[in-house]
C-alpha cells in the first residue's frame, strides 16, 4: 500500500492541477494570433475547430498576454476558439518499433499500420552533444558507391551535404546510399517533397527490403511549414535516440533547402526582417543548430547527408553558402555529367570530404590525389582537345589523363542498383594507373608513399568524357 501511495504521490507531484487557456483573436493562412495565455516560444498548444477537434500548433513568438502560433494542420479555425496549452514542446517518438515505419512530423503512423508500441517521447528540438563529449571520428563508413568511397571517403559520424538543382539525381544518390551503406539504423527525413515522390522515393529508390532497416519521417510540400521544421527534427530525435542506444546511424535528410524555406514563411509572417535572398534571422540560426545535432556521440554517432538544393547551380547562395561552411564535406552534382548519362552525376573536382585524411590509408589517399590531378590537367586542356589543337607530347599529365579517362569514368559510374563493397572500391581505384602503383611501391629516396596533399585541393572542373 506505501509503493502505491508514493507513486500517486509522485505522479501529483509532476501533474497541473489547473489548465492555460486563451481565445483565438485569428487566423490568416498557417498562422493564428491568441490572446489570454501566456506560453514559452515552441511550445505546443491545442485549437479547438468548430467541431471540437484539437487542431496542434506551435507557439512561434510571444509577449505576455499575446500568441503567435504556428499551424500544424490546415484547418478553417474561427475567432474566439479556444486555445489550450500543453506545457510541452512537440515531441518525438524512440524506440526499436518504429523500424519499417512511415511517420509523419509529429511521430504518427502514416503507413496505415499500428501505432508503434513501446517507444519514449522525447522533446523534438533537442541541444546537440558538447563538444568534448564526441568521440573523434577515425572509422571510415562504406556507403557502397564507388565514387564516394574511392574520392570522398566518410567517417562514421561525419556530416555532409549533397548540393544540386532539381532534377539531377540526389534522390536516386540517396537511395543507393540507404542501400549501400553499413550502418546500423537509417533514418529518411522527406522534407517538403511532392506527395507522390515520397512512395516513388520509398518503393523505388529505396526498395521495400531496406525500409526494413529504415525509419522514415516525411512531410510533403503541401503540409503547413510548421510540421516540415517538425519533420525535421523529429527525424533528427529519432536517429539520436538510436545513437544513444550505441548504434552507429545514417541519417538521410532531403532537403535541408526546404526546410529553410519553411523557417522563412513562418518567420516573415510572424514579422522578421527579411535579410540575404528574403531569408530572416533566424533560419541561420536554427540550421546550424539542426546540422550540429548530427555527428558522433559518447557511444553511438549519425552519419549526416543532407540534400541542398542549389538554384540555378549557384554555390553561393545563402543556404548552401550556410551548409557547406557548417558541414564536414560536400559532394557536387552537375547537370552537365546528368545529361551525358553519367550516374550518378558527382563532380569529384568540385567535391571534397574533409574527413578522409582520418579514415583512409596513405595509399588509398595518394591514388585519389593522383587521379583529382590527372582529371584536373584534362579539364584545363578540355577545350584544346575539343577542337584538335592539342599535340600529345605538349603535357605529360595531359597525356596520362587522356590515355586513363575512359578508365576513371568506368569507375565513377554505377549502376543505381550496384552496390561495391569498400575494398573492392579501392583496390579499383588504386589499380587504374599501374605505373603510379609501382612508383608509389619504390618512391624513391626522401620521399614518402603515404605523402599525400590535402584532398581536393583541386577544384573548379567538370569531368566529362574525352572528345
Not at 498562422?31 to 471540437?52: F, K
Not at 507522390?196 to 529505396?206: A, G, N
Not at 585519389?368 to 590531378?373: E, G, I, S, V
Not at 596520362?400 to 573492392?424: C, G, H, M, S, Y
Request: aromatic share 4%.
Amino acid at each position: 500500500m506505501t509503493a502505491v501511495l508514493e507513486a500517486i504521490t509522485r505522479a501529483l507531484a509532476g501533474a497541473s492541477l489547473y489548465r492555460r487557456t486563451g481565445t483565438l483573436l485569428h487566423a490568416t493562412g498557417e498562422m493564428a494570433v491568441a490572446a489570454g495565455i501566456n506560453l514559452q516560444p515552441g511550445e505546443l498548444v491545442l485549437i479547438e475547430d468548430p467541431s471540437g477537434n484539437p487542431i496542434p500548433a506551435e507557439a512561434a513568438g510571444a509577449a505576455p498576454g499575446i500568441a503567435h502560433l504556428a499551424l500544424l494542420e490546415r484547418a478553417a479555425l474561427p475567432a474566439g476558439a479556444r486555445v489550450v496549452a500543453t506545457g510541452f514542446p512537440p515531441l518525438a517518438p524512440v524506440g526499436a518499433s518504429l523500424l519499417g515505419r512511415i511517420l509523419d512530423g509529429l511521430g504518427r503512423p502514416i503507413d496505415g499500420g499500428p501505432v508503434p508500441q513501446g517507444v519514449r517521447w522525447v522533446p523534438a528540438a533537442a541541444e546537440p552533444p558538447h563538444p568534448l563529449d564526441r568521440e573523434p571520428i577515425t572509422r571510415p563508413l562504406p556507403s557502397g558507391v564507388r565514387a564516394v568511397d574511392g574520392f570522398l571517403t566518410l567517417g562514421r559520424g561525419q556530416r555532409v551535404g549533397i548540393f544540386a538543382g532539381s532534377g539531377v539525381g540526389k534522390s536516386t544518390l540517396l537511395g543507393m546510399l540507404a542501400r549501400g551503406t553499413r550502418a546500423d539504423i537509417t533514418v529518411i527525413a522527406l522534407i517538403g517533397e511532392r506527395g507522390r515522390e515520397v512512395r516513388d522515393f520509398i518503393e523505388h529508390d529505396l526498395g521495400r527490403d531496406a525500409l526494413q532497416n529504415c525509419v522514415v519521417v516525411a512531410s510533403t510540400g503541401d503540409n503547413p511549414a510548421a510540421m516540415r521544421i517538425c519533420a525535421a527534427r523529429t527525424a533528427t530525435a529519432i536517429a539520436e535516440g538510436f545513437r544513444e542506444q550505441g548504434a552507429d546511424v545514417l541519417l538521410l535528410f532531403d532537403s535541408l533547402t526546404r526546410v529553410a524555406m519553411a523557417r522563412r514563411e513562418i518567420g516573415l509572417a510572424a514579422g522578421e526582417p527579411p535579410t540575404a535572398r528574403g531569408y530572416p534571422p533566424s533560419v541561420f540560426s536554427m540550421l546550424p543548430h539542426l546540422m550540429e545535432r548530427a555527428g558522433p556521440g559518447p557511444t553511438g554517432s549519425i552519419t549526416a547527408v543532407y540534400t541542398v538544393l542549389v538554384d540555378g547551380e549557384d554555390m553561393d547562395e545563402p543556404i548552401a553558402d550556410l551548409a557547406r561552411a557548417t558541414l564536414d564535406g560536400h559532394i557536387v552534382l552537375r547537370r552537365a555529367l546528368a545529361s551525358a548519362g553519367h550516374y550518378p552525376p558527382i563532380d569529384v573536382l568540385q567535391s571534397v570530404s574533409r574527413l578522409m585524411d582520418r579514415v583512409a590509408s596513405p595509399a588509398h589517399r595518394e591514388a585519389a590525389r593522383r587521379l583529382r590531378q590527372l582529371l584536373a590537367a584534362y579539364e584545363d586542356a578540355r577545350d584544346l582537345v575539343a577542337i584538335g589543337a592539342y599535340s600529345r607530347g605538349a603535357d605529360p599529365l595531359v597525356d596520362r589523363a587522356l590515355e586513363l579517362l575512359p578508365a576513371i569514368n568506368a569507375f565513377l559510374r554505377q549502376r543505381a542498383d550496384d552496390v561495391t563493397p569498400f575494398d573492392d572500391a579501392v583496390a579499383a581505384l588504386c589499380a587504374i594507373d599501374p605505373e603510379f602503383e609501382d612508383a608509389s611501391a619504390n618512391p624513391g629516396p626522401g620521399v614518402s608513399a603515404g605523402s599525400a596533399s590535402e584532398p581536393g585541393e583541386v577544384t573548379d572542373a567538370v569531368v566529362v568524357e574525352a572528345a
